[in-house]
């Protein structure tokens, strides 16, 4: 399926029921299947106007906005390239990811007028600017909305030149950002695994509150497909997305774990009715399994975990909310500091360094084989060899299967600390430090040590009114790891420094430690 079956899946269970719905100032404004499905079209028709061909690649620079994801689809119905650009980059990271997309066109919105103007001289290749939201002449250097659509002649849709729908750049925080090609083959893939391993009954209503940029975007064809409802928040607001999921009878939304952690610790939580909910995904990074066990039993037994990369997106595997409980309707605490099992067209397995694929039990790095799996990197076939070497895709990610076949991931790869000779994963300290009731969120590090090599540094936030003991949160963790693992320092800081979509820069808190 191509990323605009979706929608048109969608229009053809019901053409006048919701499909994209944002609050404004006067309450929820909604616009049909029958509307986005016409207004996409209008787009690809613009697009091809502007001279736009199969396989071209279109950047989106935008904060959550129905009329900016309704793009994508115009992307996809011209059978160009969908290409989202993370609205928080500086000016200098969104200019490289448009040189390296080689992208002819981008739609932004007006607010980013200003970082649109400072890289565009350093783009030739840019020859279509459209703003979104303002009209003719009110950005001079690009199209206004209305102009740009009027320029379109309607007329049937192009054929794809390739199975590429869009590339997205890697998070750049390990290095220079990569071009991820994924093709509509592994996000049909993804949508199938989506519908196969969560709950749904009826038409779902899924808020979007993290960037459609991410995760929160891919998401949303699995709901679209069944006919649903995507309610966008156009900006991130916790009390906002208690209201939002009261408000609109919300049955399924998705959270990076600093945002849940957020809403657990938010004061309007016990009085929201979340009985709507069926499925509130969590993922993009390890969740504490404490704070877990609270979000069970405070927004109710329908968390779901998702385990993804960028080159393998969202479904690598997958904990459904039943999987959090026992038989007997208990917590099955032993499973939720679990990434769940591979999904069900996905194969896992755990390899050496040399290749060799271990057995049950023992730890390695994990690799994929699956149609989940991108077509590669963006003019970079060296990086794509090495991500596809010995015939698997490798994740970077370390862990082991347990006999029951749980994916449990104890670390990254860059992020194990080796401390008096002994291999510490720094995920297993964070899940130890987040049992702790002061703690907030943390972040876990390896910093040189004249005695031991390395010595383990977690660096914490506080509850909301908490004050933290350094010296007790050692005895607490040494308690439950030992000595080995246990830090050896601890800093406390208001907040913890974080990449564009919520996850903890340790290169940071190094950086800034070393400093």
């Keep these: 399926m191509r990323l605009v079956d979706y929608l048109d899946k969608g229009w053809s269970t019901g053409p006048d029921a919701p499909c994209l719905t944002t609050d404004g100032p006067d309450g929820p ?227 990076p774990p600093t945002l849940i952690y957020m809403v657990l610790a938010h004061e309007r939580l016990e009085s929201t009715d979340l009985s709507s909910l069926q499925c509130f995904w969590y993922g993009a990074a390890p969740m504490s399994a404490a704070r877990l066990e609270e979000a069970l039993t405070r927004i109710g037994p329908v968390m779901a975990q998702l385990f993804g990369q960028t080159e393998a997106p969202m479904m690598i595997s997958t904990l459904s909310p039943r999987e959090h409980f026992r038989p007997d309707g208990s917590i099955a605490l032993e499973r939720l500091s679990s990434a769940g099992r591979p999904a069900p067209l996905v194969t896992v397995s755990i390899m050496a360094e040399d290749g060799t694929l271990l057995p049950t039990g023992e730890t390695g790095e994990i690799v994929v084989r699956s149609s989940l799996v991108m077509a590669g990197y963006l003019g970079d076939p060296e990086a794509t060899a090495a991500a596809s070497a010995h015939g698997w895709h490798h994740t970077g990610d370390i862990g082991y299967l347990d006999p029951d076949g749980y994916l449990f991931i104890v670390d990254r790869a860059k992020d194990m600390v080796i401390t008096g000779g002994f291999n510490v994963y720094s995920t297993e300290v964070e899940q130890a430090v987040m049992a702790h009731p002061d703690v907030q969120d943390c972040a876990v590090i390896g910093l040189p040590d004249d005695t031991w090599g390395e010595r383990v540094v977690a660096v914490v936030q506080a509850r909301g009114g908490a004050t933290i003991d350094p010296a007790a949160l050692k005895a607490f963790v040494k308690e439950r790891l030992g000595s080995v693992k246990s830090p050896k320092q601890v800093e406390v800081w208001d907040d913890l420094p974080r990449s564009k979509v919520g996850k903890v820069l340790k290169t940071d808190i190094k950086e800034r430690l070393r400093g």
Aim: hydrophobic share 45%; proline share 7%.
């Design 29 to 255: 404004a909604s616009s049909t299947y029958a509307e986005v499905r016409e207004l996409s079209s209008r787009i690809s028709a613009a697009l091809v106007a502007r001279g736009v061909a199969p396989g071209d690649k279109v950047a989106i620079l935008s904060a959550n906005d129905p009329v900016a994801f309704t793009t994508v689809f115009g992307i996809n119905r011209a059978a160009a390239v969908w290409c989202p650009i993370n609205p928080r980059n500086e000016a200098a990271e969104n200019r490289d990811l448009l040189a390296l997309f080689e992208c002819t066109a981008l739609v932004f919105q007006a607010s980013f007028a200003p970082l649109v103007d400072q890289i565009r001289g350093d783009l030739p290749g840019l020859t279509t600017l459209v703003c979104l939201d303002a009209e003719a002449g009110d950005v001079d250097f690009a199209l206004g909305w209305d102009e740009f659509l009027d320029r379109g002649v309607p007329g049937p849709d192009p054929s794809p030149v390739d199975d590429v729908a869009m590339v997205v750049g890697t998070g750049g925080t390990t290095g220079r950002p990569k071009g991820v090609m994924l093709t509509h083959h592994n996000l049909e893939t993804m949508s199938a695994i989506t519908l196969m391993s969560y709950p749904w009954e009826g038409r779902p209503v899924y808020l979007a509150l993290a960037p459609l940029t991410h995760a929160a975007g891919v998401l949303c064809f699995p709901v679209l497909a069944r006919g649903g409802e995507v309610v966008v928040m156009r900006s991130p607001d916790v009390g906002g997305f208690l209201d939002h999921v009261e408000r609109h009878r919300v049955t399924h939304t998705f959270l």
